[in-house]
Every structure is written in structure tokens, then in C-alpha cells.
């Protein structure tokens, strides 16, 4: 395609996204539309187009339905489809779910059987998302999601983990098979690698359960030892069999902390209150270790933030964090959730 050519066509991409009547994020409609025809310009089979096509449709569905629930805190449930309703987990399942939708926030599945099923039934329809996936057998959107329409379904397993993933502030897994432990490992891999913020995830087990013992243990004495892991990758996940202490660790993990941003390297993070200097003081002396240079300071928000309007009034944090210390940053933000200044 020509100079002349490529400026025929951003001048009809224009036109068609301002007899749209698209006003926000312009530039980002023009760029998805731009790509589709790039699409066709790369001669791309027709299987390709297709993935491409679906996934921006699936992604499309699953947007609207989250858009109306965007200000309500989430937390997404993984398990097994296969667990059955006299199986503990399926009780333990049930009750997390029921005290976080108490508490206020929403309960998302994988819309199936088994512990989505359990999830489903203990946050209730009003309080129940589902994300479901279309399969040959086993899984099938659950009765307490699939009388409403607080449901989608996907073809491609990428565009559900990627709507079960984003959409959420706190993740509970269950014992599963290799399903629930793909969800799992992706959680700690976006995590680990910065792609994904901090959030709170719980490894809930029936009373006196093992299960996730039997992989903390593999942890400790495998993956750690062999050094590819960092010591304290795991210090962000809470391995316990009380529904109690699950429900406590996704809501406190917000009790005092906000978000972070990092600007260049730089890490900012946001509180809900403001710490005292004997309290940054203290912060500094215990996470010595986790900072790269210089200190925890108390700042303004950055100039970025300013422009982007981002959380500007709340106070901050800055320090320059070592690399690969995502668990200190996990144990930096339970100090922060702890400062009596949040009380």
C-alpha cells in the first residue's frame, strides 16, 4: 500500500468512527479498526482471522458484562468442576463465597459445575458473575447463574482467564485439577513477573485439608533449593484451610492499601490514610532489605499522576524496589495495612 493509499484509508477510518458517533477513546477505535485491515493487507489464513475475530467479540460480551459493576470489589473462585455437593470443599466453597457477598463483593466463576457451582450458590444470583467455556463435555453454565443473564460465554480458554483475572480485586482457589492449577500458576506468574498488580490469593483447603500443603511443600523444598524462585515468591499467597481467614486476607489486603503506579523505576504506592513520620521511619528500618536505593518517602503525587488524575488526593509511598522482590512488596503492604495510622 502507497503513502497515498495509507492516508486514503486513515482518512475513511476517520470518517467512519465520527459517523459512528464514537466521542471517548478515538485514537484506540481508529487503532482497532487500522489493525483489522492490516489484517487483511498480511494476506492472514482465514483460521488465524477467525481466533482474531472471536476473541475481540468474546472479549466485547464480557465487557458489558462487567461495565455495570465496575465500582463493586470482586473476587474470583477457581476449583474443581468435578467436586460434588457432599464433598466439603463444596461447603467450604459455599461459605467464602456467602460471607464476601455479605461483606459486599461479588463472586466470579467459571460459571460451571463442582466449586463455581458452590461459589455461585453462596453469593446468590444478585451477587454471582460467570465466565463459562464452551466444551465437548463436563462444564456447563451453573443453575444460579444461568437463570440471569450475569453471564458469558467464551470459545477460547485465553479470552475467559483473561476476564476471570482482570476484572478482580482478591482470587480463592480450591483444591483442582489441572484447570484450576492452570488459573493458579498464571495468578502467580503475572504476579511474580509485574504484569498483574499486587492483589490478594488464597489457597483455601477443606478443614484439615492437604492439598495445598502437599504444593507449599513442593515450594519450599524444590522449587526455592533449585533457584527458580526467588525465597520469598510464595510470602503473597495465604495457604489455609479456614474460610475465615481466606475472607480476611481479601478484604484486609485493601484495608490501608490502594494501588501503586511505578514511574520509570520508581514504585508509588497509594494509601487509603496517611502514615506518620515515626511510621515511615519504622518502614524503613524493617524493609531495608527489598529497597534498591535510598529510602521510603512520603511524596506528593507525580506530575503523571496529576495529568492523568490518578487517585491524586490520597497520600504515598515511593521507594526504588529491588528486582524480583515481589514477595517483600507482598509483606510491605501487610506492614502498611497494619500501621496503626489506619485504624
Not at 482518512?11 to 478515538?26: K, L, P, W, Y
Not at 498480511?42 to 481466533?51: A, H, P
Not at 492437604?210 to 495465604?238: K, M, N, Q, Y
Not at 534498591?292 to 518517602?297: C, F, K, L, Q, T
Request: glycine share 6%; net charge negative; with cysteine.
Amino acid at each position: 500500500m502507497t503513502d497515498a493509499q495509507h492516508a486514503e484509508l486513515k482518512a475513511a477510518i476517520d470518517q467512519i468512527v465520527a459517523e459512528s458517533g464514537v466521542t471517548a477513546n478515538r485514537s484506540l477505535i481508529r487503532k482497532i479498526l487500522s489493525t483489522g485491515i492490516h489484517l487483511g493487507e498480511d494476506d492472514t489464513s482465514r483460521l488465524n482471522l477467525k481466533i482474531a475475530s472471536a476473541a475481540l467479540a468474546e472479549m466485547r460480551d464480557a465487557f458489558r458484562l462487567f461495565q455495570p459493576y465496575a465500582d463493586v470489589p470482586k473476587v474470583t473462585v477457581f476449583g474443581s468442576a468435578r467436586t460434588q455437593q457432599d464433598d466439603p470443599l463444596y461447603d467450604q466453597a459455599r461459605s467464602v463465597a456467602e460471607v464476601l457477598a455479605q461483606r459486599g463483593w461479588m463472586v466470579v466463576t467459571g460459571a460451571g459445575p463442582g466449586i463455581m457451582q458452590a461459589a455461585a450458590e453462596g453469593a446468590g444470583e444478585k451477587m454471582a458473575l460467570g465466565v463459562s467455556i464452551r466444551l465437548p463435555f463436563e462444564e456447563k453454565p451453573n443453575a444460579v447463574v444461568a437463570k440471569d443473564t450475569q453471564s458469558v460465554e467464551m470459545k477460547y480458554f485465553f479470552t475467559r482467564k483473561l476476564m476471570l483475572v482482570k476484572e478482580s480485586t482478591g482470587f480463592i482457589c480450591l483444591p483442582g485439577g489441572f484447570g484450576t492449577l492452570d488459573e493458579m500458576f498464571e495468578l502467580l506468574t503475572l504476579q511474580q513477573t509485574g504484569k498483574a498488580e499486587p492483589m490478594p490469593i488464597v489457597l483455601l483447603d477443606e478443614p484439615g485439608g492437604t492439598f495445598w500443603a502437599g504444593l507449599e511443600r513442593f515450594v519450599v523444598e524444590s522449587l526455592i533449593p533449585a533457584g527458580v524462585i526467588s525465597p520469598h515468591d510464595f510470602d503473597r499467597v495465604l495457604v489455609t484451610d479456614s474460610a475465615e481467614e481466606a475472607v480476611a486476607e481479601v478484604t484486609g489486603f485493601w484495608r490501608n492499601y490502594d494501588s501503586l503506579r511505578w514511574i520509570d523505576d520508581l514504585l508509588v504506592l497509594r494509601l487509603k490514610n496517611r502514615p506518620t513520620d515515626a511510621e515511615v521511619e519504622r518502614l524503613n528500618e524493617e524493609f531495608a532489605p527489598i529497597i534498591a536505593e535510598g529510602r521510603i518517602e512520603l511524596v506528593d503525587a507525580h506530575a503523571v499522576e496529576v495529568s492523568d488524575n490518578d487517585v491524586v488526593d490520597l497520600p504515598r509511598l515511593a521507594l526504588h524496589l529491588r528486582q524480583r522482590e515481589v514477595g517483600g512488596l507482598y509483606r510491605l503492604i501487610d506492614a502498611i495495612n497494619a500501621l496503626d495510622s489506619a485504624r
